[in-house]
């Protein structure tokens, strides 16, 4: 009953000043997620096979700190019919979206953790530039990125480094193209990273099947309505500002709720635009334009994001962040630090993760997917 009346006093209090937020807190897994979703203490995030019995309920004023307490969802779901009904209506569609099943994305089904290879055809990327410039060593990447388990490849031919310069568009398309065409043959779906919508528009023609924007569609005027007529899926990424001046001195009011609030208008203006919301994923840009206590605290914070009510990306493969909060070490020998915040991020329900060392990511998420849902299938146990 208190809880209860926590969640009465909470809605009760709010105005349309207020934003509201809603994180899934608890999370869990397997037949006793199933168990509490029948018997309504429950509901399954994102479709399953995680679930959620409490929600922290998460809001601010413009300018002011967020207010946060966690309520269970039963009370939640009581305290709704008696609440104002635009506070109702707004809170109901939020717990709407966490609930709901995620569509395919290119085809590939989201109801079990998958895997995105990164290909940089670039000399300067922070991890691997110059390994894969030349089209031949990027398309032998890209097959070997297959054979050991991606589920997506992508391929991007500007670095988004921390004070990269940027490119020209022919330059880009001289990188990206020969690969785009090199793997199309490939059965994964291709991922063109491109800030550029004459880049996605070749790309898309050439074989590609999903737009990676690092700009959420927004560097171009054109680019939301160059997207729509492609009909391809996208990820929408969250970024502070251009690489080249992202890391200067980035501020946040609440990292979490403030790339929330971003995402939220992007996925609002893309779905204005004709893009269906089914073919959207978000990405909130671990290290871009983020200090290394703000990517703490939104990875934290993750679980948010699925109020957004489409799939989660996230890219934490030797991000800066790791090396900062360990030994220092550079980004080709940050492996164990990658998987520890991929299975992090699995474990607040993430759909895809993009790697660069795929087939480590690949067991390591096998093993945890086994352990953590409580239930092996033939597919788990068979022996290669």
Not at 48 to 53: E, H, T, V, Y
Not at 305 to 334: E, Y
């Amino acid at each position: 009953m208190a809880d209860r009346c926590v969640a009465k006093v909470r809605l009760a209090a709010l105005t349309p000043e207020h934003s509201l937020y809603i994180q899934p807190v608890d999370l869990i897994r397997g037949e006793p997620a199933s168990a509490l979703v029948a018997q309504g203490e429950a509901l399954h995030l994102a479709g399953g096979p995680l679930a959620f019995s409490n929600v922290e309920l998460l809001w601010r004023r413009p300018g002011e700190r967020v207010e946060r307490d966690v309520v269970a969802v039963r009370d939640l779901r009581e305290a709704l019919a008696d609440a104002d009904f635009a506070v109702a209506d707004g809170a109901a569609g939020l717990l709407s979206n966490l609930s709901r099943s995620r569509s395919p994305f290119a085809g590939i089904s989201l109801h079990r953790p998958r895997i995105m290879g990164v290909i940089n055809v670039t000399p300067d990327s922070f991890s691997d530039g110059g390994l894969y410039a030349s089209a031949s060593a990027a398309i032998d990447h890209g097959k070997r990125l297959w054979e050991e388990g991606a589920d997506f490849i992508d391929v991007g031919g500007v670095s988004t480094r921390p004070g990269a310069d940027p490119v020209s568009i022919q330059d880009e398309l001289d990188r990206v193209m020969p690969v785009v065409e090199g793997l199309s043959g490939l059965p994964v779906p291709i991922s063109i990273d491109t800030r550029s919508s004459a880049v996605m528009q070749r790309a898309i023609a050439a074989g590609a099947a999903i737009i990676n924007d690092t700009s959420a569609l927004s560097a171009g005027p054109e680019s939301i309505e160059v997207a729509s007529n492609l009909r391809a899926p996208v990820v929408l990424m969250h970024c502070l500002g251009e690489p080249k001046t992202m890391q200067d001195a980035p501020c946040y009011e609440d990292v979490a709720c403030d790339i929330y609030d971003y995402l939220d208008k992007r996925v609002a203006a893309c779905c204005a635009g004709g893009i269906d919301r089914t073919q959207i994923m978000v990405d909130p840009g671990i290290g871009f334009g983020k200090t290394v206590g703000d990517n703490v605290e939104l990875l934290r914070n993750l679980a948010l994001l699925h109020c957004l009510g489409v799939g989660l990306l996230i890219g934490v493969s030797r991000k800066s962040f790791i090396g900062a909060l360990s030994t220092s070490a550079p980004a080709d020998n940050r492996l164990p630090g990658s998987l520890a915040a991929a299975l992090w991020v699995l474990h607040l329900g993430a759909q895809v993760i993009r790697v660069h060392d795929v087939a480590d990511t690949k067991q390591a998420t096998a093993v945890w997917n086994a352990i953590s849902i409580n239930k092996l299938t033939e597919e788990s146990l068979r022996i290669p």
